[in-house]
Every structure is written in C-alpha cells, then in structure tokens.
C-alpha cells in the first residue's frame, strides 16, 4: 500500500510539471506565430516600397526616352536627354502611391529624388495598410510595418562623335559671255538637306535614331537601366 500510495503521489506532483511546460510550449508557439506574421507584414512592405519606387524611377525613364526622341525628331540638342538630366522627376514621383496601394501599403512623406553620380534616384518610404494583429507580443494589434527602397535609373548609352565633314570641293567662278551672266550655280531640283541621323551607342551596340520617325527602334530599356539599389 505504501509503495502504491507513493506511486499516486509522484504522479501528482508531476502534473503541474507537465502542465506548466504544455503551457510554456503553446506560448512558445504564438510567440512564434506573432513573429511570423511580423515578418510577413514586413515582407509585404518591402514589397510594396520596391513595386513604388521602380515605378517612379520607370516613368521617369519613359519621360527621357520621349524628350530624347522628340529633340531629335525636332533636330534640337538632344544629348542631355541622354544623359538622364531632363526628366520631370516629381512628375515622376507621382507613380509611386498607386503602386504602394496596389501592393497594401501607403508612402510616407515624399517621395525622395537625389542626383549625385546617378542621374536620379527615387527613394520611397512605405508603412503596411494593415497592422500586424493580435497575438501574443503586446502591441502588435495595432503596430504597422515600413519599409524603404531606392531605384536608380542609369544611362546605357553615349553619343558617336560627328563624322569628320569633308571639305567642300573648289569650283570656278561662272563664266561670262557678251550676252550676259551664265547659268546659275545652284543646280536645278536638289533635295533640301534634311535633319540628321543620330548614332549612339548602347551596351557596345550601335543604335541609330532616324529623325523621320523616331520612336520605332528604340525601346527606354535601350537606352536606360532601372535598378533597385543597397542601401536605401
């Protein structure tokens, strides 16, 4: 009876014991749900953050492309285009928000646009749509999560020297008779000297803008790169 009644007790006794670890384990497993449920609301930020500032940074693309081709098309100077210097780039900020929304996030403050050796950058700053929720870790019911990312556009391309242009040949001065001057210098029915075309070089390929119509060869991912960049 003794042993048996030493038996019951020990039993007893190890109830608490295993109840307390069941306990400590289910906690340790909603601490561990919270935390990834954190990071997924994080992951969704980032997301978000970089969907936002490549669109910026496209668009801004897109407006280079066109104000390049247009100068050409026009026969105006045209090589700051090229270089990435001539964009609308708060215009282009404005492509930022709805692609932050499409992705569950809001931009924070403005979209930041910086020069420096790059010929833009776009940084935007997110925060989650929605919180992390209720869970274990106090706070998290209504903690939402940021994120920030920066893309770069960066010009492909660099323009050709102009050709060297040959000298124009001598001719002799018209001849005179007793009737009166000779025949015009200009020759009859010459066409008139068009715009030129621009070759420029992209990647170690020559590209070549024809001033006629423009826009057909030449794609933005020609003639720039959009990046996402470290440290944002």
């Known amino acids: 009876m003794g042993r048996a009644h030493r038996g019951g007790r020990d039993r007893g006794q190890a109830f608490p014991i295993y109840l307390t670890a069941i306990t400590a384990l289910l906690f340790l497993a909603l601490a561990f749900f919270a935390v990834g449920r954190a990071g997924a609301t994080k992951n969704g930020a980032q997301t978000a953050a970089d969907a936002a500032a490549l669109a910026a940074a496209q668009t801004y693309r897109d407006q280079l492309r066109t104000g390049l081709l247009t100068a050409v098309g026009a026969g105006g100077p045209w090589a700051d285009w090229l270089a990435g210097r001539l964009g609308d780039p708060e215009a282009a900020c404005g492509r930022a928000e709805p692609y932050a929304q499409a992705n569950g996030a809001n931009v924070q403050g403005r979209c930041v646009v ?37 893309a770069v556009v960066e010009p492909r391309c660099w323009a050709l020297p102009p050709a060297p242009s040959s000298p124009p040949a001598s001719s002799a001065p018209p001849s005179s008779s007793p009737g009166g001057p000779g025949p015009s210098a200009s020759p009859s029915g010459g066409a008139a000297e068009g715009k030129p075309a621009v070759e420029i ?32």
């Open 114 to 150: 910086s020069g420096g050796p790059l010929p833009a950058s776009f940084t935007v700053t997110v925060e989650s749509a929605a919180a992390v929720g209720k869970s274990v870790v106090p706070g998290t019911e209504s903690r939402h999560a940021t994120a920030t990312a920066r």
């Open 201 to 232: 070089v992209c990647d170690g390929e020559t590209v070549r803008i024809e001033p006629g119509r423009p826009g057909a060869p030449v794609r933005a991912a020609t003639l720039f790169t959009v990046r996402l960049a470290d440290g944002a």
